[in-house]
């Protein structure tokens, strides 16, 4: 394994095999959000995701724009949110995401992560590794504020589907 491969994502298709066990704590919420609008910053997205143009040697910023819902988990609802994405000259993306989760009953929770997404071999899969912050000024929603959380998964970058799991560690 290289310094930038990562294990496989905790997923419903991985947790039954492929040797990795789920994340280690309390789900918190899992989400399945699209890429709905890129905003490109000179070099090509689609050129530069499928790796069929590498990023410039200062990287390739691009504005992912992600909506979908929030199937499980403590938190349900839906996810609005932007990842400002640098994908790096060595292939690997840093994740920069600002966003918020509506919950069923309209609450909201703010939601910002960092990391990074890591190409899988050939394929149009990255995997994701994000450490997430929450946050809520709502009295029922205040243990947000002071749970750590960390999440992992996957993009299919040709179809922009996301899917991620976030745990309390």
Same mark, same amino acid.
């Given at each position: 394994m290289s310094s930038i491969d990562v294990p !496989?994502?905790?997923s419903e298709q991985f947790e039954a095999g492929h040797g990795e066990q789920p994340m280690p704590g $309390?789900?918190?919420?899992?989400? =399945? !959000? +699209?890429? =709905? +609008?890129?905003? $490109? *910053?000179?070099?090509?997205? $689609?050129? /530069?995701?499928?790796r069929t143009s590498p990023p410039p040697k200062e990287g390739? +910023?691009?504005? %992912? *724009? &992600? $909506?979908? !819902? /929030? =199937?499980?988990g403590r938190l349900q609802g839906t996810i609005t949110g932007i990842d *400002? &994405?640098?994908m790096r000259a060595d292939g690997r993306a840093e994740l920069h995401i600002h966003g918020r989760i509506t919950l069923e009953d309209g609450k909201k929770v703010a939601l910002e992560a960092g990391g990074v997404a890591v190409p899988e071999g050939d394929s149009s899969i990255f995997q994701l590794r994000e450490h997430v912050? &929450? =946050?809520?000024?709502?009295?029922? %929603?205040?243990?947000?504020?002071?749970t750590e959380v960390w999440a992992r998964g996957t993009v299919d970058v040709s179809t922009g589907q996301v899917h991620l +799991?976030?745990?309390a560690v």
């Open positions: !496989p994502a905790a $309390e789900l918190i919420y899992e989400y =399945t !959000p +699209r890429v =709905t +609008r890129i905003i $490109e *910053y000179g070099a090509s997205a $689609e050129a /530069v995701l499928m390739a +910023r691009l504005d %992912l *724009y &992600l $909506e979908g !819902p /929030v =199937t499980a *400002y &994405l640098n912050n &929450l =946050t809520s000024n709502d009295p029922a %929603l205040a243990w947000v504020n002071a +799991r976030a745990y």
